[in-house]
């Protein structure tokens, strides 16, 4: 193999480290964060704590992992280290086999990305049934494990499975299963580690390579993975990182019902006929609803009353705050009700993507109902939804919502 087809492959690599965000989560989003990140600027100018919201259901307690990488005080690498020690670091982890480099990163002279807190390493990894792109991050991040090891959305990403533990010194531990969007035999399997003080440790692999998958699965089970990225070996290379000077705080979770909670309230209010399926609450508040033999997606998110949410109103008020098909309703009680129709963006258009309604009340509360049309986030396509706007502006003004 030539060195630029290594080199390809390397970039394909590092490429595969990060997590793919679903483009339509981008969407909905963009307004809701844009607008909190605001508030969380005039709090911070008051003195005041930003909230962060949290979701944490369906999480496993487990004793604990032998061997978990201990906490370092340290506020400067405690022990330099060159690319060659660090990747043989990870091959020495590796199971029997043969392994190729394409790729090692000088740990504290900064990631691919830039980031000098975060270094990594790719290999193609040979067990005997075929060589496998395998990939490592080592990282000293601003997350928790609230943030640092989650699941991927299983509607934004096909998946298998995943399984999420955490152990009593309050690190995680996740191993997602991910299937590919376009190619139907390539596997994705990544394990993640994170602790509490920000240390975060990934490993990716593939069955093959990201677009030539060789065999059926990644060569290392379930098992292998967990005993992988938990090694005590990765304290090496922690010590080898800058420690940031401001240890991670857990974020103070958002008041307001869980995920379950807005899914239980959603059902009941769907027109009759529609017919619910594949809720998912793990990675917030998704529905799949088949309605007059079309499938589309719903999600709803309720922001309790309060000066964020009164903000929020003042916000979707102003012109400028939508796209080009908003269209806003000030109803007598002081309510305000917005629906909007929009692309892959907010401004976007053409084709029609995404549906949406929400209601402001006077005191900050606000219900939204989010739709696209398909089964899940990766698969959204234009065309008729299974509900129309008047059917979300119904179901998000219900009276149910504020009692």
Same mark, same amino acid.
């Given at each position: 193999?030539?060195?630029?087809?290594?080199?390809?492959?390397?970039?394909?690599?590092?490429?595969?480290?990060?997590?793919?965000?679903?483009?339509?989560?981008?969407?909905?989003?963009?307004?809701?964060?844009?607008?909190?990140?605001?508030?969380?600027?005039?709090?911070?100018?008051?003195?005041?704590?930003?909230?962060?919201?949290?979701?944490?259901?369906?999480?496993?307690?487990?004793?604990?992992?032998?061997?978990?990488?201990?906490?370092?005080?340290?506020?400067?690498?405690?022990?330099?280290?060159?690319?060659?020690?660090?990747?043989?670091?990870?091959?020495?982890?590796?199971?029997?086999?043969?392994?190729?480099?394409?790729?090692?990163?000088?740990?504290?002279?900064?990631?691919?990305?830039?980031?000098?807190?975060?270094?990594?390493?790719?290999?193609?990894?040979?067990?005997?049934?075929?060589?496998?792109?395998?990939?490592?991050?080592?990282?000293?991040?601003?997350?928790?494990?609230?943030?640092?090891?989650?699941?991927?959305?299983?509607?934004?990403?096909?998946?298998?499975?995943?399984?999420?533990?955490?152990?009593?010194?309050?690190?995680?531990?996740?191993?997602?299963?991910?299937?590919?969007?376009?190619?139907?035999?390539?596997?994705?399997?990544?394990?993640?580690?994170?602790?509490?003080?920000?240390?975060?440790?990934?490993?990716?692999?593939?069955?093959?390579? *990201?677009?030539? +998958?060789?065999? &059926?699965?990644? $060569?290392?089970?379930? !098992?292998? %993975?967990? /005993? =992988? #990225?938990?090694?005590?070996?990765?304290?090496?290379?922690?010590?080898?990182?800058?420690?940031?000077?401001?240890? *991670?705080?857990? +974020?103070?979770? &958002?008041?307001? $019902?869980?995920?379950? !909670?807005? %899914?239980? /309230? =959603? #059902?009941?209010?769907?027109?009759?006929?529609?017919?619910?399926?594949?809720?998912?609450?793990?990675?917030?508040?998704?529905?799949?609803?088949?309605? &007059?033999?079309?499938?589309?997606?719903?999600?709803?998110?309720?922001?309790?009353?309060?000066?964020?949410?009164?903000?929020?109103?003042?916000?979707?008020?102003?012109?400028?705050?939508?796209?080009?098909?908003?269209?806003?309703?000030?109803?007598?009680?002081?309510?305000?009700?917005?629906?909007?129709?929009?692309?892959?963006?907010?401004?976007?258009?053409?084709?029609?993507?995404?549906?949406?309604?929400?209601?402001?009340?006077?005191?900050?509360?606000?219900?939204?109902?989010?739709?696209?049309?398909?089964?899940?986030?990766?698969?959204?396509?234009?065309?008729?939804?299974?509900?129309?706007?008047?059917?979300?502006?119904?179901?998000?003004?219900?009276?149910?919502?504020?009692?």
């Amino acid at each position: 193999m030539s060195f630029e087809d290594e080199f390809a492959q390397a970039l394909r690599g590092a490429v595969a480290l990060a997590p793919e965000p679903g483009l339509h989560t981008l969407a909905a989003a963009a307004e809701r964060r844009g607008r909190r990140r605001r508030n969380q600027r005039r709090a911070l100018v008051a003195g005041g704590l930003a909230a962060a919201l949290v979701v944490t259901a369906g999480l496993t307690t487990v004793v604990g992992w032998p061997g978990s990488h201990a906490a370092h005080p340290a506020t400067e690498p405690v022990r330099p280290m060159t690319a060659e020690e660090s990747i043989d670091l990870f091959t020495a982890l590796l199971p029997q086999g043969k392994s190729r480099v394409l790729f090692a990163a000088t740990p504290a002279e900064g990631a691919p990305n830039g980031d000098r807190y975060q270094t990594g390493g790719t290999v193609l990894f040979d067990d005997g049934k075929g060589e496998s792109l395998i990939s490592y991050t080592v990282s000293r991040t601003e997350l928790t494990p609230e943030a640092g090891a989650v699941c991927m959305d299983g509607f934004t990403m096909p998946q298998e499975s995943c399984e999420r533990t955490v152990a009593p010194d309050g690190s995680a531990l996740v191993v997602d299963k991910l299937k590919d969007r376009n190619t139907d035999d390539h596997r994705e399997w990544r394990a993640t580690w994170a602790a509490p003080d920000g240390r975060q440790v990934m490993i990716t692999e593939h069955n093959g390579q *990201p677009a030539t +998958p060789n065999r &059926e699965s990644p $060569p290392l089970d379930a !098992e292998q %993975l967990r /005993a =992988l #990225v938990t090694a005590p070996a990765w304290e090496r290379l922690f010590d080898a990182l800058p420690a940031r000077e401001n240890a *991670p705080k857990p +974020p103070t979770p &958002e008041p307001g $019902p869980k995920a379950e !909670e807005l %899914l239980a /309230a =959603l #059902v009941p209010l769907l027109p009759p006929g529609a017919v619910p399926s594949g809720q998912d609450g793990r990675n917030g508040p998704h529905l799949t609803v088949t309605y &007059e033999g079309r499938t589309s997606m719903l999600s709803v998110s309720v922001t309790e009353p309060g000066e964020r949410g009164i903000s929020d109103k003042e916000y979707a008020e102003s012109e400028g705050s939508a796209g080009p098909l908003a269209v806003r309703e000030r109803r007598p009680d002081g309510s305000t009700v917005v629906t909007n129709m929009f692309g892959n963006g907010k401004t976007a258009v053409d084709p029609i993507l995404h549906w949406s309604a929400a209601v402001h009340y006077a005191d900050g509360r606000a219900i939204e109902i989010n739709e696209w049309n398909g089964e899940n986030g990766y698969t959204f396509r234009p065309g008729t939804p299974a509900l129309g706007l008047d059917q979300l502006k119904a179901i998000a003004t219900a009276p149910s919502w504020r009692r």
